[in-house]
């Protein structure tokens, strides 16, 4: 069987897409109008339906829900969050540990909420190790591991090689860090799941209704336009097909493949029985799970950025792309050369011009909108969710601020993205200098590798 490139995810593959919902059918009213239907638009539907439950609340959904990155993703739910080192700059230190401490606690709340909701997505809570394969990546995974602690997190640990080994044999590894806060899960299971319990509270969804544009009070679709004082966009990677939008957000692409199950004596060789979810410390960093059936799931950037802030088709991969995904798998796992790969696709994720997650409610407009989550957007949607319904609760008077509503991350302003060329000129010299950076450490070449992404980072404003 050769590999099913695209068809958006090997997650619909495995779990089917889902019976398309009716698009909208004329103009209609509504108190709050959700656009995009991810993680970010369902898990905010959720909580302002169950905080509000007279709200008449409405989800325009381009294509189905899951459709973009919530249907596509690696499945790592963990504690992460982009920005929080400027925020630390920004707003202090305290402030950006209160944000870390939030997004400590969201990995148990998605966690309770699949369970109270019975949404049985594959949960494996095993935490997320982040392993070292090189001097120069043993080096930043030191100066990681003692970020992370001071920001709070004092149950991370630390492991040698051996140790290391005791989890999961990874060829040449020289190092991990290990945080419990961290679960694997299956993103259409959530996705659909969440879907499910979002349209049984009482809202409503339209897909195959896309929004051309979105004004203050208005979501316009060639369906017919949502009139409603709140108005959230929560369409991350694809925010720059919206009219007005194309600088704000840069569509980034990762891309990933699914290997064909593993038997008993290839998992014997691995190891890896506590799941947890795996990452590396490279520049062009991967992530990985091991599936509930046995498979896995791997990826990576691939190529980063389209000219343009173009899309992929369907979740459509470049061959190279695989390859090198494959090449991934094999230094890690050399004994799964022969492994066939079933499944590799791509999905977009939104990167704002300094790198910052962000939620945001414009009290003059009623305008919202929650993303820029840089490829950790898992469990930073449903912190977001949570936060847009304190704010709008605020906004109309049923509540004062909250501790959410506080964060360092709320109302934050970033400028646009520069016009092309300039913006695909940037990525692929950032992206460039990464791989470069890689190339030669794995070569055992680390004097000036740090210098080069340490630029390149702070030419992309990260
Ligand atoms: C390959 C890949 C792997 C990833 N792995 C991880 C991971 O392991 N852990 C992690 O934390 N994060 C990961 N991410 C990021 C994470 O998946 C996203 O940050 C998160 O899913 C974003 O959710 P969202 O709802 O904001 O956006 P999306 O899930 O992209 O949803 C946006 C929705 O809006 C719809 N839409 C777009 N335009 C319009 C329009 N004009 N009108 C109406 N609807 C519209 C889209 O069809 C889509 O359904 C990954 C992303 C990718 C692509």
């Not at 509270?201 to 709140?230: N, Q």
């Not at 290839?266 to 046995?294: C, F, P, V």
Request: glycine fraction near 12%; include cysteine; proline fraction near 5%.
């Amino acid at each position: 069987m050769s590999t099913v490139n695209g068809g958006i995810s090997f997650w619909y593959a495995q779990d089917g897409t889902p019976a398309p919902r009716e698009p909208l059918p004329g103009d209609i009213s509504a108190d709050v109008c959700i656009v995009g239907g991810g993680y970010t638009g369902l898990w905010t539907a959720y909580y302002l339906k169950k905080a509000v439950p007279f709200l008449n609340i409405t989800v325009l959904e381009a294509k189905f829900c899951g459709y973009g990155a919530s249907g596509r993703n690696g499945g790592w739910l963990y504690n992460g969050i982009a920005g929080r080192d400027r925020y630390a700059k920004l707003h202090g230190h305290e402030a950006a540990v209160r944000l870390q401490q939030a997004m400590n606690a969201t990995v148990g709340e998605v966690v309770d909420v699949c369970e109270q909701e019975k949404i049985d997505a594959d949960v494996h809570r095993g935490g997320v190790l982040e392993v070292a394969l090189s001097p120069a990546q043993l080096a930043r995974l030191k100066a990681f591991h003692a970020a992370e602690t001071a920001f709070g997190e004092t149950d991370r640990e630390m492991y040698g090689a051996r140790e290391t080994a005791d989890r999961i044999r990874v060829t040449g590894v020289v190092g991990s860090s290990w945080t419990p806060h961290g679960a694997r899960l299956h993103p259409v299971k959530l996705v659909k799941g969440l879907a499910a319990a979002v349209e049984a509270l009482g809202v409503t969804i339209h897909e195959s209704t896309p929004v051309t544009e979105i004004k203050p009070k208005h979501a316009v679709t060639p369906y017919g336009t949502v009139r409603a004082p709140y108005v959230l966009r929560c369409t991350e990677g694809f925010t720059a097909s919206l009219t007005g939008q194309r600088r704000t957000w840069l569509p980034m692409n990762s891309s990933m493949i699914a290997t064909e199950p593993l038997d008993d004596a290839q998992w014997e060789s691995i190891g890896w029985d506590g799941r947890e979810t795996l990452g590396d410390m490279a520049h062009a960093y991967m992530y990985a799970q091991r599936t509930a059936d046995g498979r896995i799931a791997l990826g990576g950037r691939g190529v980063p950025y389209r000219f343009g802030s173009k899309t992929d088709n369907d979740g459509r991969t470049q061959p190279q792309t695989i390859e090198a995904l494959r090449d991934i798998l094999t230094r890690f796992f050399p004994q799964l050369a022969g492994v066939r790969v079933d499944h590799a696709w791509s999905g977009v994720l939104g990167v704002p011009r300094d790198w910052c997650a962000t939620v945001t409610l414009d009290r003059s407009t009623g305008l919202g909108w929650a993303g820029g989550y840089v490829g950790s957007g898992v469990a930073t949607a449903n912190l977001a969710a949570r936060t847009l319904r304190d704010l709008i609760k605020e906004d109309s008077g049923q509540s004062g601020p909250t501790d959410l509503t506080a964060l360092p991350w709320v109302n934050h302003k970033v400028r646009k993205w520069e016009p092309e060329p300039l913006r695909w000129l940037g990525v692929q010299t950032m992206y460039a200098a990464f791989r470069g950076a890689d190339h030669r450490e794995s070569t055992g070449h680390t004097a000036t590798t740090d210098r080069v992404a340490v630029l390149a980072n702070r030419l992309s404003g990260r």
